[in-house]
């Protein structure tokens, strides 16, 4: 008896050692060891998704258990707060929302999958700077992860993993099967103090990560991967926000890398409020057929003070491309462009003034968007089809373009027009091929950056930890 349990306990540790020895950096799945994170506040509280009864066997939904830990654990919002921890393991749920003051820390080797089964996630009413679901008129399904006026939350991890499950939603939007706009991988709305970070997030039904009427947030250290044929799989979209980071993220997908808007035409409006104070850095992006960085399309907030530095795209469509409409109303202005690296583009510069894509025929088409005040510079670009595709709107030209230092080495087969500029005006500065008329040389210039710091970037994160509870082999 003593001999065979001994036996068996040597196995055991010989299979704790094989880990060990395989891959070191599952070592902190071991019991009893402590894992440190960066973050904007730590936690006095610490709870395990198992400690609620969840089940990491990858079929079983923990809906419920999800939902049941954010709200027993709410209880300490206004007492130190609490960190839910996610052990390795695949997780199956459908949408549960955060609490305040709070962290959900996803550890390495724990998936979060998200359920394929629209009832696992309610119907919600359309923001009211969209008034419609952007996949059509009507409700949409929450968010996987969604939470609305919260102060204080994160969602971070050592490298842990959502995975939406999205090729099911792909194929039902494809053919017309759905009757709600399609669940987003993240949804944060009219919260502020936000980190989203250490993640690696695949396979969104729609938008991964879209912060709405929220400020002072920090999205960093970030992996997502969609295929580059999936509808609609933005990276990352603050949507009417404010005080914004976005740092050391690698983006692979099916639209835009970033997509930084606010509202839709009448609603959009109506609803008043700009996406402004942002800050983009180190930013990879792969998008065949979309924008590294698309200001708009939805914009009728208006979208200003904008930076973006140290941004490599490579095999994307266009860098930093602007998406208006007539309709669209307010302002996309102030935005700043420092040390772009493009390998691989159909435009460096893409500027679209008739994109359309209305929510419904009551849009105003005298409603016309001011465009002005756009600065890049130092940009680096090879392998280009087009340099410059940039038109405005008739009666209403974009204008304060800036180009200097750009060097743009083109394709085998470049188009024969290598800059059409309409309703567009500026100046340019060192910029190669030569540009069109509407960017004037102006000498030795360089366009603007602002010397002055975003307040969010000035942020210093904690160190925080937990010490791991469960042996998983
Ligand atoms: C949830 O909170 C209550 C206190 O409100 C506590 O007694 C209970 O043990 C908690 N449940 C779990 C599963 O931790
Ligand atoms: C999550 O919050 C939304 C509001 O943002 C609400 O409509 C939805 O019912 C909530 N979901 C759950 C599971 O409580
Ligand atoms: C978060 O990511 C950064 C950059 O990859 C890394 O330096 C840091 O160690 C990571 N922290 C955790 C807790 O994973
Ligand atoms: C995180 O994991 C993904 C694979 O899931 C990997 O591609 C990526 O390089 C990892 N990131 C970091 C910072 O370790
Ligand atoms: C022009 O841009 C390149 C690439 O960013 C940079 O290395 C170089 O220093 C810049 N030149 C000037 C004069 O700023
Ligand atoms: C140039 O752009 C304008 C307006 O965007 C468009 O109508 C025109 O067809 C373009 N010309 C060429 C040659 O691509
Ligand atoms: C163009 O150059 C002139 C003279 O160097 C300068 O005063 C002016 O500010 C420049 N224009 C822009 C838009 O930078």
């Not at 904007?40 to 990491?56: V, W």
């Not at 929450?142 to 099911?168: C, E, F, K, P, R």
């Not at 989203?196 to 400020?215: G, R």
């Given at each position: 008896?003593?001999?065979?349990?001994?036996?068996?306990?040597?196995?055991?540790?010989?299979?704790?050692?094989?880990?060990?020895?395989?891959?070191?950096?599952?070592?902190?799945v071991?019991?009893?060891?402590?894992?440190?994170?960066?973050?904007?506040?730590?936690?006095?509280?610490?709870?395990?998704?198992?400690?609620?009864?969840?089940?990491?066997?990858?079929?079983?939904?923990?809906?419920?258990?999800?939902?049941?830990?954010?709200?027993?654990?709410?209880?300490?919002?206004?007492?130190?707060?609490?960190?839910?921890?996610?052990?390795?393991?695949?997780?199956?749920?459908?949408?549960?929302?955060?609490?305040?003051?709070?962290?959900?820390?996803?550890?390495?080797?724990?998936?979060?999958?998200?359920?394929?089964?629209?009832?696992e996630?309610?119907?919600?009413?359309?923001?009211?700077?969209?008034?419609?679901?952007?996949?059509?008129?009507?409700?949409?399904?929450?968010?996987?992860?969604?939470?609305?006026?919260?102060?204080?939350?994160?969602?971070t991890?050592?490298?842990?993993?959502?995975?939406?499950?999205?090729?099911?939603?792909?194929?039902?939007?494809?053919?017309?099967?759905?009757?709600?706009?399609?669940?987003?991988?993240?949804?944060?709305?009219?919260?502020?103090?936000?980190?989203?970070?250490?993640?690696?997030?695949?396979?969104?039904?729609?938008w991964?990560?879209?912060?709405?009427?929220?400020?002072?947030?920090?999205?960093?250290?970030?992996?997502?991967?969609?295929?580059?044929?999936?509808?609609?799989?933005?990276?990352?979209?603050?949507?009417?926000?404010?005080?914004?980071?976005?740092?050391?993220v690698?983006?692979?997908?099916?639209?835009?890398?970033?997509?930084?808007?606010?509202?839709?035409?009448?609603?959009?409006?109506?609803?008043?409020?700009?996406?402004?104070?942002?800050?983009?850095?180190?930013?990879?992006?792969?998008?065949?057929?979309?924008?590294?960085?698309?200001l708009?399309?939805?914009?009728?907030?208006?979208?200003?003070?904008?930076?973006?530095?140290d941004?490599?795209?490579?095999?994307?469509?266009?860098?930093?491309?602007?998406?208006?409409?007539p309709?669209?109303?307010?302002?996309?202005?102030?935005?700043?462009?420092?040390?772009m690296?493009?390998?691989?583009?159909?435009?460096?510069?893409?500027?679209?003034?008739?994109?359309?894509?209305?929510?419904?025929?009551?849009?105003?088409?005298?409603?016309?968007?001011?465009?002005?005040?756009?600065?890049?510079?130092?940009?680096?670009?090879?392998?280009?089809?087009?340099?410059?595709?940039?038109?405005?709107?008739?009666?209403?030209?974009?204008?304060?373009?800036?180009?200097?230092?750009?060097?743009?080495?083109?394709?085998?087969?470049?188009?024969?027009?290598?800059?059409?500029?309409?309703?567009?005006?500026?100046?340019?500065?060192?910029?190669?091929?030569?540009?069109?008329?509407?960017?004037p040389?102006?000498?030795?210039?360089?366009?603007?950056?602002?010397?002055?710091?975003?307040?969010?970037?000035?942020?210093?994160?904690?160190?925080?930890?937990?010490?791991?509870?469960?042996?998983?082999?």
């Amino acid at each position: 008896m003593a001999i065979s349990t001994n036996f068996t306990v040597a196995l055991l540790l010989i299979g704790v050692l094989q880990l060990i020895s395989f891959t070191e950096c599952r070592i902190h799945v071991l019991s009893g060891s402590e894992v440190t994170y960066p973050a904007i506040n730590c936690r006095k509280h610490t709870a395990f998704l198992t400690d609620f009864g969840g089940n990491g066997d990858g079929q079983t939904s923990n809906t419920a258990v999800f939902q049941n830990a954010v709200k027993n654990l709410s209880q300490f919002a206004d007492n130190g707060g609490a960190q839910l921890i996610v052990p390795p393991g695949k997780w199956l749920t459908g949408s549960f929302n955060l609490t305040n003051h709070f962290t959900l820390f996803i550890q390495f080797g724990a998936v979060i999958l998200a359920s394929q089964d629209e009832a696992e996630y309610p119907v919600v009413e359309p923001l009211p700077s969209y008034g419609h679901g952007r996949d059509g008129p009507g409700g949409r399904f929450n968010s996987l992860i969604g939470g609305s006026h919260l102060t204080d939350v994160i969602i971070t991890g050592y490298n842990g993993t959502i995975d939406g499950q999205g090729s099911l939603w792909w194929k039902k939007f494809h053919k017309k099967k759905l009757k709600y706009t399609r669940p987003y991988l993240i949804e944060l709305i009219y919260s502020n103090q936000i980190q989203i970070s250490n993640l690696t997030l695949i396979d969104s039904p729609s938008w991964f990560v879209h912060p709405v009427y929220s400020s002072d947030i920090i999205i960093q250290d970030l992996t997502i991967r969609a295929p580059v044929d999936s509808p609609n799989t933005d990276g990352i979209n603050p949507d009417s926000c404010k005080n914004v980071k976005i740092q050391d993220v690698f983006i692979v997908s099916g639209d835009d890398c970033v997509a930084i808007k606010s509202g839709w035409d009448e609603y959009g409006i109506k609803f008043g409020m700009p996406t402004e104070q942002m800050i983009i850095r180190r930013l990879t992006c792969i998008s065949p057929d979309s924008a590294m960085i698309a200001l708009g399309s939805e914009m009728s907030g208006g979208i200003k003070n904008i930076r973006a530095e140290d941004i490599s795209a490579i095999n994307t469509e266009s860098a930093v491309r602007i998406k208006t409409a007539p309709g669209r109303g307010a302002y996309i202005t102030d935005i700043f462009v420092d040390r772009m690296n493009l390998q691989t583009m159909k435009y460096v510069f893409w500027t679209t003034g008739s994109y359309g894509q209305h929510p419904d025929p009551g849009y105003d088409p005298n409603a016309l968007p001011k465009v002005d005040g756009i600065n890049y510079r130092n940009v680096v670009a090879k392998d280009v089809k087009m340099a410059g595709n940039m038109g405005g709107i008739d009666g209403d030209p974009f204008t304060g373009f800036c180009l200097s230092n750009v060097t743009i080495g083109l394709s085998e087969k470049p188009k024969k027009l290598q800059w059409n500029c309409t309703e567009i005006s500026g100046v340019s500065s060192n910029v190669t091929p030569q540009t069109c008329d509407a960017f004037p040389d102006n000498g030795s210039m360089e366009c603007e950056y602002p010397l002055d710091t975003v307040p969010v970037d000035t942020v210093e994160l904690k160190t925080c930890s937990f010490t791991t509870a469960n042996l998983i082999l």
